[in-house]
T-cell receptor, first 112, second 115 residues
Framework: KNQVEQSPQSLIILEGKNCTLQ??????????LRWYKQDTGRGPVSLTI?????NTKSNGRYTATLDADTKQSSLHITASQLSDSASYIC???????????FGTGTSLTVIP | DAGVIQSPRHEVTEMGQEVTLRCKPI?????LFWYRQTMMRGLELLIY????????DSGMPEDRFSAKMPNASFSTLKIQPSEPRDSAVYFC?????????????FGAGSRLTVL
């Protein structure tokens, strides 16, 4: 069964600190993995997209890693800011079926 | 491009009433998706279209839900009759080339409350 699991479910960190969010998946055959940021009351917005051959991809203070062998991905946020407070959703797509598989998200709260 | 445009942003209705949600995808995108998001279940795919044709509606909860895409620039999701358990945020998203190629761009969502 194709599934995407994220951890932790929620996280509170101090402004300026780093954090890492995890995503484990069983989607097969794997096509790509995306991390989305969803601010409260808004639709998800893409942060990164990674294909099978990519191990690391950065977007500013966001760095995503992918280990296709263990089917794990992480999203590392450096020097967190208050505006990073949001839900972060891992989305995996398969090469067949034209479907996206969503994790339930990690809710991040950055406090001053 | 203004992105994926959804309306209304907020809808409050009474049980039994008909609800119609609207979506304008990004021009040139050939895939359109309708999702529902709740705290308990996260994002769930309801239905998606390719070139205006419904491809997979297996996520539509029941016959009370229906979706149409009469042309490449407009889609509707209708709930008739609505029930309190339909309360959720409904997202429309579009992409070019399907899940293997491109980013899925979401609208801002329509928050539905059924009393």
């Amino acid at each position: 069964k194709n599934q995407v699991e994220q951890s932790p479910q929620s996280l509170i960190i101090l402004e300026g600190k780093n954090c890492t969010l995890q995503c484990n998946y069983t989607v097969s055959p794997f096509s790509n993995l995306r991390w989305y940021k969803q601010d409260t009351g808004r639709g998800p917005v893409s942060l990164t997209i990674m294909t099978f051959s990519e191990n690391t991809k950065s977007n500013g203070r966001y760095t995503a890693t992918l280990d296709a062998d263990t089917k794990q991905s992480s999203l590392h946020i450096t020097a967190s800011q208050l505006s990073d407070s949001a839900s972060y959703i891992c989305v995996v797509s398969a090469n067949t079926g034209n479907q996206f598989y969503f994790g339930t998200g990690t809710s991040l709260t950055v406090i001053p | 491009d203004a992105g994926v445009i959804q309306s209304p942003r907020h809808e409050v209705t009474e049980m039994g009433q008909e609800v119609t949600l609207r979506c304008k995808p990004i021009s040139g995108h050939d895939y359109l998706f309708w999702y529902r998001q709740t705290m308990m279940r996260g994002l769930e795919l309801l239905i998606y279209f390719n070139n205006n044709v419904p491809i997979d509606d297996s996520g539509m909860p029941e016959d009370r839900f229906s979706a149409k895409m009469p042309n490449a620039s407009f889609s509707t999701l209708k709930i008739q009759p609505s029930e309190p358990r339909d309360s959720a945020v409904y997202f429309c998203a579009s992409s070019e080339g399907g899940p293997g190629a491109n980013v899925l761009t979401f609208g801002a969502g329509s928050r539905l409350t059924v009393l």
